[in-house]
């Protein structure tokens, strides 16, 4: 069964690199078709897609964000990162990762994780 | 920039039938944007109920439905129930890998 762990820290001040980790457990992030994404939620507020990584290593960055954003993929640890940089309060969310296959919005969530952006 | 546009808010009798829609504000949705529909509970992760315009996701009633209506996609709930009282959310896919949500619609049960 698939699932989707994310972590890192509890809290980035402003003007930081915020740092995150999805842990994929019952898939291989290198599986054909699969893709990793990164979507966030600030609160009260709707979803935003941010990034995408194929199983293959092809990232897609939302336009918005493109300058900020990097996704990266430890194919040995089963893991896709997020890092988004000079943060600001308006990137405090909760950030979730996700799976998606070829031509499918079927999407399997992980729990997310709350960011605070405070000094 | 094309922005996918949501009914902030909609409200249902228990038992009745509500049709929410998800729209471009420029051009019209096709199945090639390949529109879902995630639903989502307040502290909860989404959970996606409709893929593919009206593929329904593992366990999830046939009470939820997913069309195309016009220019718009459709998620359309027949005979609501208490526990459908949720925030849905519907994406598009856009082409060139990119992906847009809307802002994701209210919906009260009462």
């Known amino acids: 069964q698939l699932q989707l762990q994310e972590s890192g820290p509890g809290l980035v001040k402003p003007s930081e690199t915020l740092s995150l980790t999805c842990t994929v457990s019952g898939d291989s992030i290198s599986t054909s078709s699969h893709y990793w994404d990164w979507i966030r939620q600030p609160p009260g507020k709707g979803l935003e897609w941010i990034g995408t990584?194929?199983?293959?290593?092809?990232?897609y960055y939302n336009p918005s964000l493109k300058s900020r954003v990097t996704i990266s993929a430890d194919t040995s640890k089963n893991q896709f990162s997020l890092r988004l940089s000079s943060v600001t309060a308006a990137d405090m969310a909760v950030y979730y990762c996700?799976?998606?296959?070829?031509?499918?919005?079927?999407?399997?969530w992980g729990q997310g994780t709350l960011v605070p952006v405070s000094s | 920039q094309t922005v996918v546009t949501q009914e902030p808010s909609f409200s249902v009798s228990p038992g009745g039938t509500v049709t929410l829609t998800c729209g471009l504000t420029s051009g019209s949705v096709s199945t090639t944007h390949f529109p879902s529909w995630h639903q989502q509970t307040p502290g909860q992760a989404p959970r996606t109920l409709i893929y593919n315009t009206n593929i329904r996701s593992s366990g999830v009633p046939d009470r939820f439905s997913g069309s195309i209506l016009g220019n718009k996609a459709a998620l359309t709930i027949t005979g609501a129930q208490a526990d459908d009282e949720s925030d849905y959310h519907c994406v598009f896919y856009m082409g060139s890998g990119l992906w847009v949500f809307g802002g994701g619609t209210k919906l009260t049960v009462l």
């Open positions: 996700v799976r998606h296959t070829s031509s499918s919005g079927n999407f399997n």
């Open positions: 990584i194929s199983y293959s290593g092809t990232t």
